[in-house]
């Protein structure tokens, strides 16, 4: 069996938040807006890494 991703836990008020906000911006699930976050700031801290290597 292949797991398709992993389960994390966030305080149900941070997740009530997301869920509003996300709906207001135009994201169709928690989810999806979770896993958008999630890229954004893994993008943000790879191009850190990369420019304290660089310099």
Known sequence: MTAK???V???KV???K???LGRKFGYN???E???DSVRRR??????K???EMEG
Request: aromatic letters at 4%; zero cysteines.
């Open 5 to 7: 991703g992993v389960l």
């Open 9 to 11: 836990e966030i305080p």
């Open 14 to 16: 941070m997740a009530e």
């Open 18 to 20: 997301a869920r509003v």
């Open 29 to 31: 699930s928690l989810t």
């Open 33 to 35: 807006f979770v896993k």
């Open 42 to 47: 893994l993008e943000e801290l790879e191009d």
């Open 49 to 51: 890494a990369k420019a």
